[in-house]
Structure formats: C-alpha cells, structure tokens
C-alpha cells in the first residue's frame, strides 16, 4: 500500500530579484512520519519552510496539503487548514505565565477567538488543552511561572507546546535546538521523540546537529544551492557519496541511533558550514 503523502511541493521556486533561493524543490511527505532538510548555509531550508507556511509566495511551483493546492495563500489560512510553524527566535509573550501563552495559542485556534470579554472559566476547555500540551513537552510544573523566568531550553519547549495547542497535523520545526546548551539538547529531543510516538502528526524539521538528524529521522532530504541534491533514509543519506564529500565530510563520524560510534565521534556536533558553491552531486 502506497503511503498517504500529506504534504508536497512540485518544483517549487523562489526568486529575490536575480538570486534564486529555491529553484525547483520537489518533496513529497509521508504522513505520520518525521523527515528533516539538511543543506549548507545558504541552500534554501528556511526559504522552503517560508514557503510552506505561507509567508512567502513561490516565485513558481505548487504547494499541496492532502492534495489540495494552497500556493500562496496567507499564513493565518495555511494554519487553520493544520501546519503549524515553529521559528529559530523564540516568539513568546514574556510577562504572561506558560500556561497562558499556550492557552491563547489553544484559544487562537478555536472557536472563541475573538470572543475577548468571556470569562476565564467559560474558556476552561482552552486552559485543559494548553496543560495536556505542557504536558507533553515536560513543562507542566513550571505552568504558573512568567516566560521570562524560563531557561532558553525551556522557552524552546514552551513554542512547542504553543504549536502543539494550535492542533497542527503538519509540524514545522525550524533548528529546534538553535542556541541551546549541550545539556539542554537532550530535553528537546525527548520532546520531539515524544510527539513522534504518538503517531498523530508529521513533523518536517530542520535541523544542523547531524547526531541528532541521524538519529530520529525516517528520511532526510539534502539541499544544496536551492536544489535537491539527496533524499534518503539516515542510512542511505550517510552512505552517499556525494553527501559525504559536499557536506558530512569524508571523516564525518556519524553512525545511526544504536549503532556503534567511531571512537572520538562529538555527539550532537554539527554539520561544518561549507559554502552552497562548494556542494555538487
């Protein structure tokens, strides 16, 4: 049986004057699955996700969500049809508690949006959606604190907990790890892995920390310069040669989750920034 693909760009293109940012990415998305795109400074994985999400407009190409076109249309109307979008800056309200954040996040998404003067009670069903949502990404304990109090690797699980409360069936995560500690990488993941067991969504990620990607990733995609260069499980991404040369490095040391490591391997290391120009199938 083929596999329900719930996302897919059709060579999607994206022009700023005379420089192209996507020249024609064709991805497709299998539902319930975990894919991330890895590429070089410069290849295009941000300006993709800008696409998806509705904050920019492809210069050429289509856009499909569960087979319907949605090229171009606005980010409010791309969110409420289910992808949600998570950013590499923290985008919090930072002198209201984490339990409010996430609960207007809930609120956002439902049917009382607009409906500022109802008291807090008659929005409980908000505020239980928002705990289950903390709930899930460990955060439950710390619902009364200010945003502001928390650590930055908590500041990064509360967005995820506000993307979880809009009810995305697609998740866009955007370097989720970006500026945290290596002792905070590991919460993030837990997360991520969490969400993932649970069957219910997808979730397309960028992501640097090439352990990581290895690691809990069903399939990669490669860009380089705005293109495709590789698609693949961890296992056929880490075997390709072309893969290896342009952007792991041939001495890389990556092994997959379970695996026995190369001895000195860095868990959690990052990709080297190699420039676009350099990689080449």
Not at 180 to 200: D, L, N, T
């Amino acid at each position: 049986m083929e596999p329900e693909i719930i996302l897919e760009t059709v060579d999607v293109a994206k022009s700023f004057g005379g420089l192209a940012a996507n020249a024609g990415i064709s991805i497709k998305v299998p539902a319930r699955t975990l894919r991330t795109v890895i590429g070089p400074n410069g290849a295009g994985k941000t300006t993709l996700f800008n696409l998806i999400s509705g904050i920019y407009k492809p210069t050429a190409g289509r856009i499909l969500f569960r087979g319907e076109d949605i090229t171009g249309l606005p980010p409010h109307r791309i969110a409420r049809k289910g992808i949600g979008r998570s950013f590499q800056i923290t985008n919090l309200f930072p002198e209201l508690t984490v339990l409010e954040n996430v609960r207007l996040a809930a609120q956002a998404r439902g049917r009382h949006s607009w409906h500022l003067w109802r008291s807090a009670e008659a929005l409980r069903e908000y505020a239980e959606k928002a705990e289950e949502a903390l709930r899930t990404v460990g955060l439950l304990h710390r619902a009364r604190a200010l945003a502001r109090e928390l650590a930055h690797g908590e500041k990064r699980k509360l967005e995820i907990a506000i993307l979880l409360a809009t009810d995305p069936v697609v998740m866009l995560l955007d370097e989720p790890t970006a500026g945290m500690s290596r002792e905070e990488v590991p919460g993030i993941i837990e997360v991520i892995e969490r969400i993932k067991a649970q069957r219910s969504r997808t979730i397309l990620m960028v992501e640097h920390k090439m352990d990581i990607v290895l690691g809990i990733s069903d399939a990669i995609t490669v860009l380089a310069q705005g293109e495709v260069i590789a698609e693949g499980t961890p296992a056929e991404i880490v075997a390709n040669e072309a893969v290896q040369a342009a952007y792991l490095g041939t001495t890389h040391g990556y092994t997959l989750a379970g695996s026995r490591g190369r001895q000195g391997a860095d868990p959690g290391r990052e990709a080297p920034d190699i420039p676009a120009a350099q990689v080449r199938s």
